[in-house]
């Protein structure tokens, strides 16, 4: 699209001066107004410090009284400090509109009153109506309608409902619209949007999620409970230990759990050996967690003893043999080992040994179907998330409510607590201990459980419990062992949280302090040392020097023990010099280590036995591990030699492998060599662990404290002069880092970055400025993170790492007051001042600042007195403001740091916004004027920054496609900038940057769609602010406007505007320049509305739905904010909103058309058939609404008023979006107003303002309960489809609407909040659609259905009150006679709608006002309303509702009694009324006759009460009028009856048709009701002769009124579509002359009314498959096109013939017509029926069970089945055999019978079943009574039907009126066959293409060897010898012929098979062969043999009887027969 298309208003104007404006006009303005909804002069931002929640009852801190480094203290700084978050004071997020989210919309309902819809009430009663039994009612005749009086009578006996009181008092019409007024405006809902589904998120974009607070990453949770462990035999204390491991990552992935289960007794064997028991050390329960859980999970227990004598095996032996329960001898043995072990127990009690083990796998309950499917949901959390994934709002909105727990994670959903036995364990292998060998045990153990055959095991029983922890647990420690909250005082046993080592890297930053060390002893290898070591434990300890009173008590203690210990000693292996170790040592870091810490291993072996004096241990030697190398913590896997002797003094300074050469020298084991594996893995938020982070910190540190150079980091030496370069280094390395460490980190490093970025530094006495380096380190890290596939991102992108770092964790960075020089003393910090920048008011921060600035730079005691040089220094070194700097190098940056800044735009944006929230706090400017808060050079730079952002759009989207992701991105991230400046910066300034944005963004892209949908959703973000109303202004209205207006583009045409003042008002709905530079961003969305609705082109739509969505979630704000509820707030800000009326009427043309997508339930009048198969018939679909005829005199949407365009079509729920702001903005502006503007409206916009209200009608009709989803979508769209196809039929389609039609796909428009078309992809949905209606309560459908009423009831009223508007603002003009038309056309087709009882009240009243005030211009101009408005109202005259029905009442009398009034005589308001209760009786399903003569009978009485009409004529007429009525429904009883029997139904339809023969409009209506049933059953071709029988009525009566040669000549013309169609000729001219009033009034009598009948009957035709009909339809319809040069119709027509010619081309074998059945009916329970015939007509393929089952079952139902019986064979049947009390029925096939000269006329499939009157079946007899007999003696009797009609009908059966039987003699039946038989050959041979198979088959049958009663003995029976009677010489003969062809055509159809078969069919050919060439020898001689009497010439009988086979053989003459025989 050439960008010169833009519309010519849609540049930005020039913004007001806000801050100016304010001044001036605050005084004079309506402060108070403003002052409510927030003030203008207080700061929306507010900083606010939050205590960061701490899980622990103490934070985690270092060991007191240590000097700690400044990394440390920086480290824990970060991790205690409480958040500093910048809050909006007036905006508790979005949701502060109370229930604009299901939050407190939970209750909302609970307010709301039930409306009473009769739909819903019909549906409960129904099924009671039903239950009762069915019997067959006989069918009398309906023509003799009994006296007038009998039906009176039966009238008056029915007692009348209530009267309304005041119905006939006199009262005029204005008081009657005040009273109505009144009674509408009580009660209303207040907030209209409360009752509107809330629209899906899709378009959301203002919705910035908050981040998720950084927090203690935490698993999966599951607590796993130890409750008893028992062996065999108890004879000594055991241990047990748990761990997690993954088998298939070959990982530990979890710390060790100690649990003591012993008993006291056992427990007291050790007492010498605990010094104390600590109450954490008692945890039988441990919580782990597991953050990737999988089925390779195995949770291993781990058995320990008391070290003893002897091998594990025979340590183990005694619980394999001995059992407790044996008694006796084992008895003794027990006691024996008790008081053994106690011993051991006693000397060797702090030794262990491994005892046994057992794995449990958990694969159970982290159930792996369930994780796949969730994994995505883990991921997220953990901070992995697919790539670019746009989570969905609520997604991210759930993920960030709740540390994932298992439930959501589907590891919990079958995860009850469950507890485990295990009951046998594996017996420990002493030389298999390490972690290997355990993974290739359990690696086999998980194939096949097949450890038990090669490890020995042992019985025993542990039973535990696991479940899913729960998220708070009382009493429970952390891996540190500090207290979680709540944790009660009295609790003895705790729980153990254990620490996760997971699997991958976790993404999630450090927040609290953690420290530890995991010391894991693995191999020793000492078997070439020396005969003594044997028995080795090694004895570990966590030294700060070398002496023995170094070791620090930092290892945990095991269960039942200390909390710390200072040595831990690891379990023996009996007899091993190289034992496998499997311990964990678990210490706790000091704070500040320092070179003398270290890790001392001491080797001993332990004696067993007890030796005299000799001591337990025996030293074998030392190995150690310093903590530190190079001041950094070592951790990895080392293999360390072993020094047999005591240790050098200054040995720990070393490493033990680097040890220099002592004097003396050591004493190595192995010489020096490593023989002592050990592996040391720390788990610390102080530690790095990265070179780069390392390094980088160090470097910080040398800066900020005070150091001596050169400084060592890591190996290198850094002097003084080399620090600048090297940090400058480190700063552009640290991206290089692991990702893991700088996320775990990030929190510092971006906080020191930041730091560097703004500290002035002297280094050696130079400035140094880091600045640029530290914001491009800073751009690079948000590069990589926002890259990284494993770290997630929120809907808009952002990642979430960022986001809540800048949220809650970034705050100014504190600029040291001094500058560390080298050599210059420093006061350091207090270490323990965590909260420097904590609770300090503002004052005081700032006056530190000051005070910074002022103190010298090179001497701090000299606080004022400075040199000029001084100056100088202090000028550079003063210190920056963050925001300035930040937006300076925004600006300044290039190149790839550019690019990235931009890309990335959102981060900087968002530490802008919070840098100068903290500026202006600090500050104290909060009382100066926003204009003097920044600096001019500050404001320059977010100039520049804008516009390079905007212009970094425009380019991204004019390259393909892959950049518009980006380019959305960026453009949402710069809409919340400027959203955030406008609450902290100059408004005007800003307003200024949205403008330059917005033309700047048009200059560039020339593709509008794309434009418009950027700026929309920019404009939505910036309209979301929480003082939108204020910054609009939007208390100045029009009057207080400070310009004046002018007439703006939409509003030139109304130039009838008289004064000033008028066409103030008119202004005031146009968007004039005015408006936009006032309400600035109300002005700008609304020319993005405006532009995309008049916007056309590829991706429009979705720009038009996103800019109604917009607009909507504006309102609905409004609608729903607390400070806006009061009526006068709710008054200006709908005035604001008045141009959106001005838009939304010139969108008219595009609005969706609710008719196309309804199906409903019935429709007005007999306008318009509709049902699920057949479109509607509509005067002018022009005017497109379907189900209302207009007369072309009230304007419809006319759109000749409207430029012709192409319009882009908004689908139904966009346009039901609009449509609910229309209706918000008219229900809360100013009534009187809006009054004053439609008096001055012309004409044409105020019949587009009533279009607009009729679409609202359909648009919020009340869809039901039901509508949660009796419909499938599938059925739905089917009967779309055929309905779109039916559209086609509608006549006039052209214009916009009608090309719409034909190009539209129909809209989903069910209710938008029940199916939300979802919008996400797919795969991100899989929660949300569960949510969606699928598994909705029913609490929940009724409270749905509950709020949808109440909407469907407000919406109706408003556009009642809107209507209401238009009558008295217009009563006062002359236009009055097309408004009324249009205003009634609103009023009607609301009633058609589902109304609630509240509705239908106030609108009825509103039509009785209205006929009282109009009755005269109604019943004169308005005739099809007036019909459509009676239909309506007896339609609800047989409502349930007693309220809806005296409403009806009233009101149907008021009209009669007008219109009495108006011409003396109603017989136009009497016909209209017959005529709709007619129609209303054929269709409405759920019409109920009995509350309608309740109703007749009201309105008598009304009539009767009426003293005013009582001398008139009119009671009697009104009388009359009630019998006809009744008579009616006297019909539609019976119709009601005959309900279930389809058949019966049509007759009884057909006959009541034939009744109206005298009254065209009611034969009109009936037949269109039967076309409706039809259609309905599927009878398409019924149908469509229905409404040919329709047309030719129709076509009679305008060949009567005028006579054009075009027009088809009555009914005559259309006999070649139906014989039957004559019955239509108009008996006599006498019956009625059509100009009589009333009468062919319809809209059908016209010629357009006759072409929609048509038009309708062929597509009908064409559906039921007879296309050659369609041609003859159309021959009648294309002359009148021609006429009428209906070019666009004849296209469409002819497109439409083509059609139907192909379909005959293509299908003609496939076509399948109708089947046909004789049913006759015999018995005396069938009343009418009994012994008549009829030909059924059933759907072609009915099989003859089908249609005797359906009868029969049928039947079976009426009379009960055992009184039901079916004849099954076709005899005549004999009524005296019969049992009188039984129904019998009698069904036989029959076929179509043509005579042979008939045959030669019907040539085609098609005309052999169409026009069908005559049917034939055979019936097999012989002379004995049997059926069948030998051949000679088996005769066939062949019987004819004649039917009334020919078939197709317009009904599916027609009775038998003529029987023909002929009798066929044995010869003649064998001549039938064997005739039939060549036939069949003939067809076989010559079928293209051949088809060998059947050919075959045919043979087979004929030749075939052993066919019974084959063509042989046929042969054989009559051809063997001549006939001694002459009589049958002509029948031999012609048998004999027969014969002849028959062997002939077997000849050639076995040549013809040999040429078909393949090779593998030789033999069978040759089969076929020889028996034909066998029977063709046996028939020879009979073949030949000739009746020589026949060939002489003397007889010349052929002329005689030439049709003697068919004709007059035999006619049933007795004495014929007796010869023959």
């Known amino acids: 699209m050439k960008p010169s298309q833009k519309p010519q208003f849609y540049d930005p104007v020039e913004p007001v001066d806000f801050e100016g404006l304010l001044m001036t006009h605050l005084n004079s303005l309506d402060v108070q107004l403003a002052q409510e909804l927030g003030d203008f002069t207080d700061d929306d931002l507010d900083v606010v410090f939050t205590p960061k929640e701490c899980r622990t009852l103490q934070p985690s801190l270092p060991e007191e009284g240590v000097e700690l480094d400044p990394h440390v203290r920086d480290c824990v700084q970060t991790y205690i400090r409480e958040w500093l978050i910048v809050n909006r004071k007036n905006q508790g ?716 964790v970034f705050r100014l960075p504190e600029v040291q007051r001094d500058v560390p020089k080298s050599g210059a003393p420093t006061a350091l910090l207090d270490p323990r001042s965590y909260h420097t920048y904590g609770r300090t008011s503002a004052a005081a921060v700032s006056s530190k600042l000051l005070q910074a600035r002022v103190m010298s730079s090179s001497n701090p005691d000299l606080a004022g007195t400075h040199s000029a040089a001084d100056e100088e220094v202090k000028n550079i070194m003063s210190s920056k403001h963050f925001h300035e700097e930040l937006a300076l190098q925004m600006v300044v940056s290039t190149g790839m740091v550019r690019e990235t800044v931009f890309k990335y735009a959102w981060f900087f944006f968002e530490l802008l916004v919070k840098s100068m929230a903290q500026h202006v706090h600090n500050m104290d400017k909060r009382d100066s004027f926003r204009r003097t808060r920044f600096s001019d050079r500050f404001m320059d730079d977010i100039t520049t920054i804008v516009n390079v952002v905007t212009s970094e759009i425009a380019a991204l989207l004019v390259k393909p496609q892959k950049e518009n992701e980006q380019a959305e991105k960026m453009n949402i991230s710069l809409a919340f900038f400027l959203y955030d400046l406008l609450s902290l910066m100059d408004r005007g300034f800003v307003f200024n940057l949205i403008r330059h944005y917005c033309s700047q963004l048009s200059a560039k892209l020339s593709n509008l769609p794309t434009l418009i949908s950027m700026r929309l959703e920019f404009l939505r973000i910036l309209c979301s602010h929480e003082h939108y109303l204020n910054l609009n202004l939007f208390f100045m209205n029009a009057d207080t406007a400070p310009t004046s207006p002018c007439p703006s583009i939409s509003s030139q045409n109304s130039s009838s505007c008289s004064s000033f003042q008028d066409q103030k008002i008119a202004s005031m709905f146009d968007l004039t320049s005015e408006y936009r530079q006032q309400h600035f961003l109300t002005g700008l969305l609304f020319t993005e509305l405006a532009a995309a609705l008049d916007a056309e082109g590829e991706g429009i739509s979705k720009v038009q739905r996103k800019a109604v969505s917009a607009i909507h979630s504006l309102l609905s704000s409004h609608d729903l904010d607390p400070r806006c509820v009061k009526p006068e707030v709710k008054v200006k800000i709908a005035a604001l909103y008045l141009p959106l009326v001005g838009i939304i009427l010139d969108a008219l043309p595009q609005l969706c058309d609710f008719t196309v997508a309804d199906t409903r339930r019935y429709r007005t009048s007999g306008s318009d058939e509709e049902q699920e198969g057949a479109g509607a018939i509509n005067q002018n679909v022009a005017l497109a609404i379907a189900g209302n005829n207009f007369n072309l005199k009230t304007s419809g949407i006319v759109l000749s008023s409207l430029p012709y365009k192409q319009y882009n079509m908004l689908n139904a729920d966009t346009t039901r979006n609009l449509m609910i702001c229309f209706l918000w903005i008219m229900k809360n502006a100013d009534q009187s107003l809006i009054r004053k503007w439609i008096a001055d409206l012309p004409s044409t916009q105020l019949n587009r303002i009533l279009d607009l209200l009729f679409i609202c009608v359909l648009c919020f009709e009340y869809k039901g309960k039901q509508s949660s989803d009796k419909v499938s979508t599938q059925v739905l769209q089917k009967s779309r489809d055929v309905k779109a196809r039916l559209e086609e039929a509608l006549l006039r389609g052209e214009g916009a609407r009608g090309e719409m039609m034909r190009r539209r796909a129909p809209g989903n428009d069910r209710f938008p909040g029940l199916n939300e078309n ?226 019966m139904l049509m007759d009884l339809m057909y006959r009541i048709a034939k009744s109206y023969q005298a009254s065209p409009d009611l034969r009109l209506t009936w037949l269109q009701n039967m076309a409706e049933k039809h259609t309905k059953k599927k009878c398409y071709t019924e149908a469509a002769m229905c409404l040919v029988h329709a047309a030719a009525l129709v076509a009679e009566y305008l060949s009567m009124l005028e006579d054009h040669s075009y027009l088809p000549v009555g009914s005559v013309s259309f006999q070649n579509i139906s014989s039957n169609v004559l019955e239509e000729s108009v008996v006599s001219e006498d019956t009625l002359s059509p100009d009589e009033d009333g009468v062919c009034a319809g809209q059908y009598f016209t010629e357009s009314g006759l072409v929609g009948l048509l038009e309708q009957a062929a597509e009908l035709f064409s559906t039921g498959g007879l296309y050659e009909t369609v041609n003859e339809v159309y021959k009648l319809v294309i002359p009148i096109l021609e006429a009428h040069r209906e070019f666009r119709k004849l296209t469409l027509t002819h497109s439409k013939l083509q059609r139907a010619f192909d379909s005959i081309v293509n299908k003609d074998h496939k076509r399948m017509f109708g089947t046909y059945f004789r049913v006759g009916f015999f018995g005396s329970k069938f009343g009418d029926l009994d012994e008549q015939e009829f030909v059924y007509k059933e759907p072609a393929i009915t099989k003859l069970p089908e249609i005797s089952h359906r009868l029969e079952a049928f039947y079976g139902q009426c009379f009960g089945a055992e009184f039901v019986e079916v004849i099954k064979d076709s005899t005549p049947v004999d009524k005296t055999k019969l049992d009188p009390n039984k129904a019998y029925i009698q069904i036989t096939f029959v076929e179509p019978y043509f005579d042979e000269y008939e045959m030669k006329d019907r040539v085609t499939y098609f005309e052999k079943n169409f026009n069908l009157r005559r049917f034939m079946y055979t019936t097999p007899f012989t002379l004995e009574g049997r059926p069948r007999g030998e051949l000679h003696e088996q005769y066939r009797r062949n019987t004819v039907l004649t039917t009334m009609h020919a078939f197709p009908y317009i009904k599916t059966r027609i009775s038998v009126i003529q029987k023909e039987e002929f009798v066929l003699t044995p010869i003649e039946v064998a001549i039938e066959d064997m005739k039939k038989k060549t036939l069949q050959l003939a067809v076989a041979i010559n079928q293209e293409p051949p088809d060998a198979k059947m050919l075959q088959m045919v043979l087979q049958g004929s030749v075939g060897a052993t066919v019974n009663q084959g063509p042989l003995e046929v042969a054989q029976v009559f051809l063997a010898e001549i006939p001694a009677d002459p009589k049958l010489y002509r029948h031999h003969n012609k048998l004999r012929l027969c014969f002849k062809e028959f062997i002939m055509r077997c000849g050639e159809a076995v040549e013809k098979n040999k040429r078909l078969i393949t090779a593998d069919q030789r033999e069978y050919q040759q089969e076929l062969k020889k028996n034909y060439n066998k029977l063709k020898e046996n028939l020879r001689p009979m073949i030949e043999r000739k009746i020589p009497e026949l060939y002489k010439p003397i007889f010349r009988v052929e002329s005689q009887k030439r049709d003697s086979f068919h004709r007059s053989s035999f006619r049933k003459c007795e004495t014929q027969l007796s010869q023959g025989s």
């Open 1318 to 1543: 979802l919008r996400w992809k797919k795969e991100q949905t899989h929660w949300r659609q569960a949510n969606e209606k699928l598994d909705k309560t029913k609490a929940e459908l009724d409270q749905e259905a509950l709020i949808s009423g109440n909407l469907a009831t407000e919406a109706h009223l408003i556009i009642l009150d809107m209507q209401e508007n238009i009558i008295q603002a217009s009563s006062a003009l002359d236009c009055k006679d097309s408004l009324l038309g249009g205003v009634l056309r609103v009023l009607v087709n609301s009633l058609n709608c589902d109304q609630s009882t509240t509705y239908l009240t106030h609108c009825f009243a509103t039509l009785r006002a209205l006929i009282a005030k109009f009755g005269d211009l109604l019943f004169e101009e308005e005739v099809e309303q007036c019909f459509d408005l009676c239909h309506q109202v007896l339609h609800h005259c047989s409502s349930s509702m007693d309220v809806t029905r005296s409403q009806a009442c009233a009101t149907l009398y008021l009209l009669m009694r007008f219109s009495f009034g108006a011409t003396s005589n109603f017989a136009r308001v009497k016909m209209q009324v017959t005529m709709s209760l007619a129609s209303l009786v054929g269709r409405a399903p759920d019409f109920n006759e009995e509350h309608l003569r309740r109703s007749l009978r009201t309105i008598l009485a009304y009539s009767e009460e009426d003293t005013a009409m009582q001398m008139t004529p009119f009671p009697t007429q009104v009388e009359e009028l009630l019998c006809n009525l009744n008579s009616i429904l006297y019909d539609t009883v019976k119709m009601r009856e005959f309900q279930e029997d389809p058949e």
């Open 93 to 808: 997020s979005p949701e502060i509109c109370g229930f604009k989210k299901t939050g407190s919309r939970k209750d909302f309902h609970k307010t709301l009153p039930k409306q009473t819809f009769e739909s819903e009430t019909l549906e409960c009663s129904e099924p009671a109506a039903q239950a009762g039994p069915r019997h067959l009612n006989v069918l009398c005749d309906v023509s003799g309608k009994g006296p007038v009086t009998a039906c009176d009578f039966d009238l008056r006996s029915l007692q009348p409902d209530k009267r309304l009181e005041n119905l006939l008092q006199q009262v005029s019409a204005e008081d009657f619209e005040k009273q109505n007024e009144e009674a509408r405006r009580t009660n209303r809902q207040a907030e209209l949007f409360a009752l509107y589904p809330s629209v899906d998120e899709e378009d959301a974009v203002e919705i910035r999620p908050v981040p998720e607070c950084p927090k203690e990453h935490l698993g999966n949770r599951i607590l796993v409970k130890l409750l008893t462990l028992k062996f065999e035999i108890e004879i000594e204390p055991l241990f047990a230990s748990i761990a997690l491991y993954d088998v298939k990552e070959r990982k530990k992935i979890s710390e060790n759990f100690h649990c003591d289960l012993n008993s006291d007794q056992f427990k007291g064997f050790l007492r010498a050996h605990t010094p104390s028991v600590a109450a954490s050390s008692q945890a039988r329960s441990a919580v782990f967690s597991v953050t990737y859980p999988s089925s390779d999970i195995y949770l291993v227990v781990k058995i320990e003893k008391v070290l003893q004598q002897g091998e594990i095996g025979d340590c183990a032996e005694p619980y394999t043999v001995i059992k407790e329960s044996d008694g006796g001898k084992s008895k003794e043995k027990i006691e024996k080992l008790k008081l053994q072990a106690e011993s051991f127990c006693q000397r060797l009690g702090k030794y262990r040994m491994p005892f046994a083990w057992a794995p449990i796998s958990l694969s159970s309950f982290f159930n792996v179907s369930t994780l796949e499917r969730e994994v995505t949901d883990v991921d997220s959390v953990v901070g992995r998330s697919s790539v670019g994934e746009r989570r969905t709002l609520a997604q991210s909105r759930r993920l960030s409510e709740r540390a994932l727990s298992l439930e959501e994670n589907g590891v919990g959903s079958n995860f009850k607590t469950s507890t485990l036995s295990v009951s046998s364990f594996f017996k420990q292998e002493g030389d298999r201990l390490s972690d290997e060998d355990l993974f290739k045990f359990l690696a086999d153990y998980k194939r096949s459980s097949s450890l038990q055959r090669r490890v020995k095991s042992i019985p025993g029983l542990l039973r535990l419990e696991i479940s899913t922890a729960p998220e708070i647990i009382n009493c429970c420690l952390t891996p540190e062992m500090l207290p979680v909250k709540p944790f009660p005082e009295n609790r003895t046993r705790p729980h153990k949280e254990i620490l996760e080592f997971p699997t991958r890297e976790v993404y999630v930053p450090h927040t609290v302090y953690r420290n530890l060390l995991y010391v894991y002893p693995q191999r020793l290898n000492f078997v070439n040392k020396l005969a003594s070591a044997r028995n080795i434990t090694i004895k570990i300890q966590f030294m700060c020097g070398e002496d023995a009173s170094n070791a620090m008590p930092v290892i945990f203690g095991k269960s039942s023990g200390p909390e710390f210990l200072q040595e831990v000693y690891t379990a023996v292996t009996y007899h091993n010099k190289s034992p496998d170790f499997y311990e964990e040592v678990k210490i706790k870091l000091p704070a500040k280590l320092t070179v003398n810490h270290h890790l001392l291993f001491t080797f001993y072996h332990i004696s067993c036995q007890q030796k005299q004096g000799a001591s337990v241990e025996t030293l074998l030697g030392y190995s150690w591990l310093p903590i530190l190398l190079n001041e950094r913590l070592q951790t990895g896997s080392y293999c360390l030699p072993v020094a047999l002797e005591k240790l050098p003094p200054n040995y720990s300074m070393h490493s033990a492998e680097k040890v220099p050469l002592q004097n003396p020298p050591i004493k190595w084991a192995e010489g020096h060599k490593g023989v002592f594996n050990i592996e040391v893995q720390a788990v610390s938020s102080v530690h790095t662990q990265d070179n780069h982070l390392e390094k980088f910190f160090t470097l910080c540190h040398s800066l900020e404290s005070q150091v001596t150079f050169p400084i060592r980091v890591l190996d290198q030496k850094i002097s003084e002069m080399a620090l600048e370069h090297e940090l400058k280094l480190s700063i552009i390395c640290l991206n290089s880092s692991r990702l893991e460490p700088l996320v775990l980190f990030l929190h510092l490093v971006l906080d020191k970055l930041f730091q560097l970025s703004v500290q002035p530094m002297v280094i050696a006495g130079q400035t140094a400025n880091f600045s640029q380096f530290a914001f491009e380190s800073v751009v690079a890290i948000a590069n990589s993170l926002h890259n990284s596939k494993d770290l997630s991102k929120d809907q808009h992108g952002r990642n979430c790492l960022l986001a809540s770092y800048v949220h809650y």
